[in-house]
């Protein structure tokens, strides 16, 4: 079964343990900065918004990129970079319309999610469920059900 | 490792900032934060010294697990010799200010002399420069923190200010972070603003690599989340209610300091409650709480965050608060509530914005107000004092220009923000002051709570709850349920929770873990992450060597047994109604055995040979 990360921002209390844990997982360092998914705090509204890549079928970083440094992981449905390939032109960064792949001036390269090779970091991490790892054809379960329940069937 | 091992000096006088190797030995006896940010007071700074004075210095310390993956590893404190009390202030503070600094690589910023002109310290990484503030002096916390990330053009900047109350003077001014996050008491703001500073933006891309055992690490932070999981207070009733889940249980018990402590209970308190906050008002239909927040690696996430009635008369025409903010947490809704005499949720909720926006202490803040509205009804201060305002018990109105007032420094906010000691001396009426060591004690009535008194009055900060919280036993049975009514065994009580405090405000974590963790669940996440061995004992150790540390300062400032004491009124004045009716607090029964269970002499003062024992001797 093809999963696929699930956000709820309803559920996020914006504590950023998601952004430690991907961090870490890939560069041994608890450094928001450097991490692959980000939480993002709208104060005046009290919402927070966890954000990452959505891993697209179409894959326009992966089409874009001259030096074939970007490849799909079929099983995975993961799109992974190689850091070996990669030459730091940046066009993905241009061409991703998310904004989810990013440069980093330390290592030269451009990083994205790689759902961790199936068991991404940032869902085991998260203490409210913001964030799942569940079936890809059924993220919207979750709201049909909201909306199911919502639906007056004792009308006649 | 897990210190950086680098602390930045800043020398206002000169300008000049410089980077400088952290005395490892000393973190090795004061874990971090609190204790070892107290240790280097007491190397540089004269005990005697005027706090307001360049002489005087500010430290923002970090703990050594701060921006880690430990929950609740967002915390820094600011330690400081405090305008308020006199004493060694220190006053910790969550949101995300914190884990950057730690980020930007350094476990202390020490700040020294006094700048001729204002200025604001900005750090990125290890650069780090003193730059022009003028246009910043005058302007609230908010204005600033906007203002910073307008010229800094960097979203993740995170900014810690002093507002317009601390510029003016106010004795009780917090350093304010993130908007809403607060080292709240003591007046550490109060002399960071004598120094001319007006904040600190930092923005830290180095992250935190240096973990001792990283395998371990992680293993030993994931047990200990789920023990916060599955713990009632850290699990439920924290992120549901916030600290505020306190409100309702505190009034039941008859232990809610309210219009001035002439009162046990109060009748309101339901309408200002974690459970009212969470009602649809009837006015526009949204409750006041819109959502739970966490502070940086937080899994409990107490925070409020809340909103006004936009036709709420307090905020009627001014769109600027019709937003949401941090909202009341349960001191803050005790202060600009009960005690005053308050019930409008909206009005307190808007003068804890205002605490906020301003930077000043909502504690120290209500309670003064409280104070001041018994020397209004008593006829010792009338409009002409207060500029036309009838500052009676209970009225929503009073609270919300006086928040204003003292907020800017202006008017009869001036009087109230040197706080009700010297407010109620002033007018000659001392015994009006709810105060220990000239600072406002907060939201757990000691008639009710006997414990409570001896943690208010031997707090090296002056009055406060969380340097011994001894409401969690008494009250809510952790770990181990005692009766709140008795005084049998509360020295011991108290002695052990100020010690265990002392060392988990030195860690980089939150003391609501505290709720679900004892020292035997930090030690194994110090253990993991830090050099040296770090034990439940040595735990113990380390705390009670901080609490002796910051005795002995106070004593070097001059404080002595006579200050550990109670306003009159919790000793001679018993409580009317409800379960403590005809109860005083009976605190000479607790500070005889508390003064020998420390080691100390009968006089409360710190002896040789305690000192000896501690590794303390030297250090003054
Ligand atoms: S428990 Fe509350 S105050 Fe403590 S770190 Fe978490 S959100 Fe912040």
Redesign the interface.
């Known amino acids: 079964m093809l999963k696929s990360l699930h956000i709820d921002p309803g559920k996020c209390t914006g504590c950023k343990q998601c952004e430690m844990a991907c961090s870490y997982e890939h560069e041994q360092s608890f450094n928001p900065s450097l991490s692959r998914i980000k939480v993002f705090d709208f104060h005046e509204q009290g919402r927070f918004v966890p954000y990452t890549c959505t891993q697209c079928t179409e894959a326009w970083c992966l089409q874009a990129c001259p030096v074939d440094a970007i490849s799909a992981n079929e099983s995975l449905g993961a799109k992974v970079v190689s850091a070996d390939l990669c030459v730091g032109c940046k066009v993905c960064t241009i061409a991703c319309p998310f904004g989810t792949i990013s440069y980093n001036p330390r290592s030269g390269v451009v990083s994205k999610c790689d759902l961790c090779d199936g068991s991404p970091k940032c869902a085991e991490a998260c203490p409210t469920g913001a964030i799942t790892f569940v079936d890809a054809s059924a993220t919207g379960l979750d709201k049909m059900r909201q909306w199911a329940q919502k639906t007056d069937t004792a009308a006649g | 490792m897990s210190w950086t091992g680098k602390i930045l000096r800043v020398d206002l006088t000169s300008g000049t900032v410089k980077s400088e190797p952290l005395n490892t030995e000393w973190a090795q006896q004061y874990i971090g934060q609190r204790g070892l940010a107290t240790r280097y007071m007491c190397a540089e700074v004269d005990p005697a010294v005027d706090p307001l004075a360049p002489e005087n210095k500010v430290i923002f310390a970090t703990g050594p697990l701060t ?3 430990a ?1 609740t590893s967002g915390r820094y404190s600011v330690i400081t010799k405090g305008p308020l009390t006199g004493a060694i202030a220190c006053s910790n503070s969550g949101g ?1 200010f914190g884990a950057e600094l730690k ?1 930007a690589g350094w476990d202390m910023v020490i700040f020294e002399g006094k700048s001729p002109t204002p200025v604001y310290l900005y750090i990125e990484n290890d650069d780090a420069k003193l730059m022009p503030a003028d246009d910043l002096w005058g302007q609230s916390v908010w204005a600033t923190d906007k203002a910073l990330h307008d010229r800094h053009q960097d979203p ?1 900047l995170r900014v810690a200010a002093v507002g317009r109350a601390a510029e003016k003077g106010c004795l009780y001014a917090g350093v304010v972070n993130d ?1 809403h996050r607060a080292a709240g008491r003591s007046g550490v703001g109060t002399v960071m603003a004598s120094k001319n500073l007006k904040a600190v933006a930092v923005r ?6 240096n973990i001792k055992d ?1 395998a371990r690490f ?1 293993k030993a932070v994931a047990a200990e ?1 789920a023990v916060l ?1 599955e713990n009632a207070v850290t699990g439920q009733g924290l ?1 549901t209610y916030g600290t505020q889940v306190l409100m309702n249980v505190i009034n039941e018990i008859g232990a809610m300091p309210t219009r001035n402590a002439r009162d046990v209970q109060f009748e309101g308190a339901s309408d200002i409650s974690g459970e009212a906050m969470h009602e649809p008002r009837k006015t526009d239909g949204r409750p006041n709480l ?10 409990i ?1 107490c ?1 409020r ?3 006004i009635d936009e036709k709420h008369f307090s905020v009627e025409n001014k769109p600027q608060y019709h ?3 941090g909202g009341l947490e349960y001191e803050a809704a005790w202060a600009l509530g009960s005690d005053c005499g308050v019930d409008d949720l909206d009005a307190a909720t808007y003068a804890n914005f205002i605490c906020n926006e301003d930077g000043i202490d909502p504690i120290t803040f209500g309670a003064t107000l409280a104070a001041a509205m018994e020397l209004f009804e008593e006829g010792v201060i009338t409009t002409e004092q207060t500029g036309g305002i009838e500052l009676k018990f209970g009225s929503a109105e009073a609270l919300v220009k006086m928040v204003e007032l003292t907020g800017r420094g202006e008017g009869f906010g001036a009087e109230l923000g040197l706080g009700s000691k010297r407010l109620c001396e002033k007018y000659g009426r001392p015994e009006l002051s709810m105060t220990v060591k000239g600072q406002e004690f907060p939201a757990y009535d000691p008639r009710g709570i006997q414990g409570m008194g001896l943690t208010y009055a031997t707090s090296n900060r002056g009055a406060c709850h969380v340097r011994g919280y001894t409401v969690a036993s008494e009250v809510l049975g952790i770990p181990e349920k005692t009766d709140p009514h008795v005084t049998e065994g509360k020295a011991g009580l108290v002695k052990a929770f100020q010690d265990a405090t002392a060392a988990v405000d030195s860690t980089g974590l939150c003391l609501f873990t505290t709720f679900a963790w004892g020292l035997e669940n930090f030690a194994p996440q110090l253990d993991a992450a830090c050099d040296g061995e770090w034990t439940v004992e040595r735990l113990a150790e380390a705390g009670e060597r901080i609490w002796n540390l910051e005795r002995a300062f106070n004593q070097a400032a001059g404080l002595t047994g006579a200050d550990d004491n109670l306003p009159k009124r919790l000793l001679k004045d018993a409580g009317k109604v409800g379960p403590t009716a005809g109860m005083v607090n009976r605190l000479d029964e607790m500070l005889p055995e508390y003064y020998s269970l420390r080691g100390w002499t009968d006089d409360g003062l710190v002896p040789d040979e305690t000192r000896q024992r501690l590794g303390i001797a030297d250090s003054l």
């Open positions: 921006g880690t993956a929950s995300f980020f993740q908007l830290g891309t180095n992250g935190v690599s990283p992680m989340k999981a992120p819109t959502t739970n927040a966490a502070c940086f690696g937080c899994t996430a925070g965050i809340s909103s937003h949401n903010s």
